[in-house]
T-cell receptor
Framework: NAGVTQTPKFRILKIGQSMTLQCTQD?????MYWYRQDPGMGLKLIYY???????DKGEVPNGYNVSRSTTEDFPLRLELAAPSQTSVYFC????????????FGPGTRLTVT | TQLLEQSPQFLSIQEGENLTVYCNSS?????LQWYRQEPGEGPVLLVT???GGEVKKLKRLTFQFGDARKDSSLHITAAQPGDTGLYLC??????????WGAGTKLIIKP
């Protein structure tokens, strides 16, 4: 059982470039999340989805876009990368919102220079 | 805005010592979770507490949810090098999303 997988593991982008971070889960979870983790700042929610075709903004959505065409996949798109988007990005999924375990992928370390 | 503050931010102790880390807020949370994160990996759930005053034990780890559901603590007895990691608390906010603390980085020296 793979759980939540993310690609790539590492990426360096130049300012203004775009990229898509891939996330796939095989647990048939309806709820999926994208977080960013900055040093000493905890996890900040970027976007989340409660099911295929439904997405909503989290705490820090500016500069990002998401789509959810299937239950399994939840890609995160960065348009016009900026140095402020240098961070570690985690995708997670859960059975439901609320007091339910969130299962995390291994993360993508992104540097924008 | 709901916030969670964790303390201490960093703790380095010898194997065999006891320690407590704290997660505090001025807001009430419906539930609170503790996760542990190792370098290069995503967080992994340790425990969920949902009732004020609740105490849960996981081997040498004891978790407590405050009576008013505004704070929580994690106590580790006889710490071992395998306990090393980043400990994160996360509270269920008013919109059912998780509010995360900044974490306590714990190093247990052999």
């Amino acid at each position: 059982n793979a759980g939540v997988t993310q690609t790539p593991k590492f990426r360096i982008l130049k300012i203004g470039q775009s990229m898509t971070l891939q996330c796939t889960q095989d647990m048939n979870h309806n709820y999926m999340y994208w977080y960013r983790q900055d040093p000493g700042m905890g996890l900040k929610l970027i976007y989340y989805s409660v099911g295929a075709g439904i997405t909503d903004k989290g705490e820090v959505p500016n500069g990002y876009n998401v789509s959810r065409s299937t239950t399994e996949d939840f890609p995160l798109r960065l348009e016009l990368a900026a140095p402020s988007q240098t961070s570690v990005y985690f995708c997670a999924s859960s059975f439901r919102e609320g007091p339910y375990e969130q299962y995390f992928g291994p993360g993508t370390r992104l540097t924008v220079t | 805005t709901q916030l969670l503050e964790q303390s201490p931010q960093f703790l380095s102790i010898q194997e065999g010592e006891n320690l407590t880390v704290y997660c505090n807020s001025s807001s009430v949370f419906s539930s609170l979770q503790w996760y542990r994160q190792e370098p290069g990996e995503g967080p992994v759930l340790l425990v969920t507490v949902v009732t004020g005053g609740e105490v849960k034990k996981l081997k040498r780890l004891t978790f407590q949810f405050g009576d008013a559901r505004k704070d929580s603590s994690l106590h580790i007895t006889a710490a071992q090098p395998g306990d090393t990691g980043l400990y994160l608390c996360a509270g269920e906010g008013s919109n059912y999303q998780l509010i995360w603390g900044a974490g306590t980085k714990l190093i247990i020296k052999p």
